[in-house]
Each structure stands twice: as C-alpha cells, then as structure tokens.
C-alpha cells in the first residue's frame, strides 16, 4: 500500500505538536529529530494538525487580550489607590 504524503512538511517523534514545515524549521527543538532523518507527513495529518491549530490559536488570543486587559484594570486600580 503507498502512503501519500506532502513534501513540504515533516514529522519529528513528538508526540503532539509533531507536523513542521520544512520552510519553517528543519529540526524539532523539542525532541532533536531533522527533517532528513524523518518522513514527510500525511496530508490528512496536516489538515487535522492545522484545524487544531487555528482553534488553539484562537484561544491562546483571548486569553492573551483577557490577560493584558485584567492587567489594566490592576494598573488603573492601583493608580486610584495613590492618589
């Protein structure tokens, strides 16, 4: 059976987070694999890995935004306490 796969991408040995494209990095900082001792990475695999993404991406933006707006409201509140 032949597996297709997309050669601008790669897999390291991670468990999660594993999909790099090959443009982008060349080695796993993480567990230490390189593109060149690694295969590349299933189409399916990719769409799947992205879609996560783009959902964990939004999120980690809104707790960002929640962070530095809770920050905020500290500073202004900390200002009233000054004066």
């Not at 060349?26 to 399916?44: F, I, Q």
Request: hydrophobic letters at 30%.
């Amino acid at each position: 059976m032949i597996v297709k796969t997309d050669p601008r991408y790669w897999d390291c040995e991670c468990e999660t987070n594993y999909i790099h494209l090959k443009t982008n990095t060349l080695s796993c900082s993480v567990c230490g694999m390189t593109e060149d001792e690694s295969p590349d990475s299933r189409p399916n695999e990719i769409k799947l890995y992205y879609k996560n993404f783009k959902e964990n991406e939004w999120m980690e933006f809104f707790i960002l935004i929640l962070g530095i707006l809770l920050y905020v409201l500290d500073s202004a509140q900390e200002e009233d306490k000054d004066e």
